[in-house]
């Protein structure tokens, strides 16, 4: 892991309480974000996904380690990070337009109200809302209040987002058009992201890399999976690639064979999993097996059949 990383996770650890044996709900969590990466945390309930989270947005605090953003330590809320959440949060007395507008206003109070609503409209139009600015959230879908809440945070240009499962709630048909419509605006914007999903398919559609979290009590980020299929992947297209199901796979027999006791044999940083065409560190000349691993701490590599 790099020291000169955008984000750094060192060591995080939670527990809800001090008395003798009780086990944290996660410990040595480590994991670096580099900038516009798009990143995906997948686990089961209960292993401190949404606490991680939280912890990332200074909406909660960590029992032990740090986390430093941009070469500063993160010690609460900040305009920085822009966080959506599975129930989009709006303020249903508020338009659309107010609603984002009142985001705006807490970045940059002395903004005139043209500007203001000027600013508000660029990100209303890149969520494909205009023409809905004077409704109230009551008067919007599911799918609609989750792309004004999604508009809201790209509206204070954090320097990372953070998604908590935004489209859980969402059916199959709008989830899918909102899930390319991230992906077109995080193209255009170079944003950073951190995102939680049980969705394993909407985790290779959009992120980069793939976190894969033991299950609780003391949950571990287990392994990191390199998605290795083109930027360009769409729905449509997705599930054409080779690397497709083989990815999916191994995300899969995590979730279902290895996450349960993962724990008791991962005791140090994460695995770092990679898929053709990249070859992560240590496996150079290595080419008998497409796809393989490279264990942490230990060297000994292993291959993935």
């Known amino acids: 892991m790099s020291s000169h990383s955008f984000l750094q996770v060192r060591q995080l650890r939670k527990s809800y309480s001090d008395a003798p044996g009780t086990k944290p709900v996660f410990h ?39 986390v430093i953003m941009d070469a500063r330590e993160v010690a609460g ?123 394993v398919d909407e985790a290779i559609l959009l992120a980069d890399k793939i976190m894969l979290m033991s ?6 980020i287990a392994e990191i999976v390199v998605n290795t299929l083109p930027k360009t992947r769409t729905r449509a297209d997705i599930h054409h690639h080779p690397q497709f199901y083989k990815i999916r796979n191994h995300l899969v027999d995590f979730l279902v064979n290895r996450s349960k006791t993962v724990q008791q044999t991962f005791v140090s940083d994460p695995n770092l999993i990679a898929f053709p065409p990249q070859v992560m560190p240590g496996l150079e000349g290595n080419t008998a097996d497409p796809v393989a691993v490279n264990k942490v701490p230990s060297p000994v590599l292993k291959q993935i059949k």
């Open 28 to 66: 040595a969590v480590n994991f670096d974000i580099e900038k516009g990466e798009f990143i995906c945390i997948i686990g089961h309930s209960g292993c401190g996904k949404s606490t991680i989270l939280n912890i990332l947005a200074g909406l909660d605090e960590a029992s032990g380690g740090t």
């Open 77 to 199: 809320p900040s305009l920085d990070r822009g966080v959506v959440f599975q129930s989009h949060a709006l303020m249903p007395w508020l338009t659309v337009l107010k609603n984002i507008a009142f985001a705006v206003k807490s970045r940059w109070p002395n903004l005139n109200e043209e500007k203001i609503k000027a600013h508000c409209q660029k990100y209303i139009d890149l969520v494909r809302l205009t023409g809905n600015e004077q409704k109230k959230p009551s008067q919007l879908s599911g799918g609609m209040k989750q792309r004004v809440g999604i508009a809201r945070a790209f509206a204070i240009e954090p320097k990372m987002l953070l998604l908590d499962e935004p489209f859980g709630a969402l059916d199959a048909l709008t989830r899918g058009t909102i899930q390319d419509e991230l992906l077109s605006i995080c193209a255009k914007t170079q944003q950073t992201v951190f995102m939680i999903t049980h969705d």
């Open 215 to 220: 299950n609780g009590p003391e949950a571990r």
